[in-house]
């Protein structure tokens, strides 16, 4: 199986707290990877560690064929990310907005056309960012992520605070992203009908610990042989942490 994403016993810790605990995750290439779990389970947190943007407790990652932290800045150069709401200059363009990464990463100035036609901004690009609508500000971050058309994508929430018609645009999107220019997803949402509608893989995450990893048909078999309702994703999902959290809370009593 070709990985382009390999994490091994994973781990972060704050003092006593736990977030991100033992997770070994693999991400094949091509793929799109959706990464769920409650609130607090250790999504954003295993991102952050990914992007270097926070280090380990334990545990090691490579990311097409690169170990952090010796090939750190060679990792960076590979991923481009959207983590949580993007911020912009308000009172710049959002192609002046665009261009400002693509100075810090030295990319040649017809990336952020590039970026712009690929999220559906071009005739928005000469606006000022604070004019734009709440789902033109969320493709303006997906196109600061897609600036150079990095080979991986690491998105968390890419569809907070959308309405209807703007999930539908945004889900369209990533969904084209990897036939379009070759790339690996990894997602996060809480949105699961729109992460069952596009990824290839899930990871479910719960309480720092990694309680899944497979395809959604693998994910159905295992719900199957548990005895869950296999419905939908959001069935599944659900069934999958309130076993966990149950055992959890049986194991603290004994």
Same mark, same amino acid.
């Given at each position: 199986?070709?990985y382009i994403?390999?994490?091994?016993q994973?781990?972060k810790?704050?003092?006593?707290?736990?977030?991100v605990? &033992?997770?070994?995750?693999?991400?094949?290439k091509g793929?799109?990877y959706? =990464?769920?779990?409650?609130?607090?389970?250790?999504?954003?947190t295993?991102m952050?560690?990914?992007?270097?943007?926070? @280090?380990?407790t334990?545990?090691?990652?490579t990311?097409d064929?690169?170990?952090?932290p010796?090939?750190?800045?060679?990792i960076?150069k590979?991923?481009?990310? =959207? #983590?949580?709401?993007?911020?912009? +200059?308000?009172?710049?363009t959002?192609?002046e907005n665009?261009d400002?990464?693509?100075?810090?990463?030295? *990319?040649?100035?017809?990336t952020? &056309?590039?970026?712009?036609e690929l999220?559906?901004?071009?005739?928005f690009?000469?606006? %000022? @960012?604070k004019? +734009?609508s709440?789902?033109?500000?969320q493709? %303006?971050?997906l196109?600061?992520a897609?600036?150079g058309?990095?080979?991986?994508?690491i998105l968390?929430e890419?569809?907070?605070?959308?309405?209807?018609?703007? #999930?539908?645009?945004?889900?369209?999107? #990533?969904k084209?992203?990897p036939d *379009? +220019?070759?790339?690996?997803?990894?997602?996060?949402?809480h949105?699961?009908?729109?992460?069952?509608?596009?990824? &290839?893989d899930?990871?479910i %995450?719960?309480?720092?610990?990694?309680?899944?990893?497979?395809s959604?048909?693998? *994910?159905?078999?295992?719900?199957?042989?548990?005895?869950?309702?296999?419905?939908?994703l959001? &069935?599944?999902f659900l069934?999958?942490?309130e076993?966990?959290?149950?055992?959890?809370?049986?194991?603290?009593? %004994?």
């Amino acid at each position: 199986m070709n990985y382009i994403i390999t994490t091994e016993q994973l781990t972060k810790k704050y003092k006593s707290f736990v977030a991100v605990n &033992d997770v070994t995750l693999h991400i094949r290439k091509g793929s799109i990877y959706g =990464f769920l779990g409650p609130n607090g389970a250790g999504k954003s947190t295993t991102m952050k560690m990914l992007l270097g943007l926070t @280090a380990p407790t334990n545990g090691s990652f490579t990311i097409d064929g690169k170990h952090f932290p010796t090939d750190r800045i060679a990792i960076l150069k590979e991923v481009g990310s =959207f #983590i949580e709401s993007p911020s912009f +200059y308000a009172n710049l363009t959002g192609k002046e907005n665009l261009d400002i990464i693509r100075r810090i990463l030295g *990319l040649p100035q017809s990336t952020v &056309d590039d970026a712009l036609e690929l999220v559906g901004l071009s005739e928005f690009g000469n606006r %000022l @960012a604070k004019k +734009y609508s709440l789902g033109m500000k969320q493709r %303006l971050g997906l196109a600061g992520a897609l600036l150079g058309r990095p080979p991986i994508l690491i998105l968390d929430e890419p569809t907070n605070g959308l309405d209807p018609s703007g #999930i539908h645009e945004i889900r369209n999107l #990533i969904k084209s992203l990897p036939d *379009l +220019y070759d790339c690996t997803v990894l997602i996060s949402s809480h949105m699961l009908s729109e992460i069952e509608l596009i990824a &290839d893989d899930i990871g479910i %995450l719960n309480h720092g610990r990694l309680l899944f990893e497979g395809s959604l048909d693998d *994910l159905r078999q295992h719900a199957l042989q548990s005895g869950f309702a296999t419905d939908n994703l959001e &069935d599944m999902f659900l069934s999958m942490v309130e076993k966990d959290n149950a055992s959890r809370k049986q194991r603290a009593k %004994l």
